[in-house]
């Protein structure tokens, strides 16, 4: 069993949640308010390095490394993917494309400020969020693990 006391422990967990909801939160809304996919993922890894930080590696890391990596790519891909779509469709590398509008129950869905308004916007932070959350675990793990190879405590 690694990581700190109990009492570091719920604590954690405690804010982990908040943290990992707000970050969430950002990336989800970064369109239409301050923040976005970079934001969004900071704030989420750092949610999960102060888990990996109170429980230890064994019981913090809810997300194995080599799936880490695998989603990453995902991210990455499915922005490129994004970007794609802009050029194949308008003829400009990554513009914004709106999502398609529904019959009438759904048009307050698409209402300037809501969370669909933003079109593949929300596609392309979603994407960005991901990748830098996997990126900076993948980073603070590879980091963890040099210093304690090297002998430095």
Known sequence: MGGMSQLVKDVARLFAGFILTFGMYVMLHGHTRPGGGF????????????????????????????????????????????????????GSFFRNQPFPTLPPPFPAEWAPG??????????????????????????????????RTSGEE
């Open 39 to 90: 934001a969004g993922g900071v704030i989420v890894a750092g949610g999960f390095v102060l888990l990996i930080l109170s429980y230890g590696k064994v019981e913090g890391l809810f997300v194995p490394e080599q799936i880490a990596a695998r989603w990453q790519a995902l991210a990455v891909l499915g922005l490129v993917l994004v970007a794609l779509l802009g050029l194949a469709n308008k």
């Open 114 to 147: 809501s969370l669909l308004s933003g079109g593949t916007a929300l596609l392309s932070d979603l994407a960005i969020g991901t990748a830098v959350w996997m990126g900076l675990i993948a980073m603070f793990l590879a980091l963890a693990t040099f210093r």
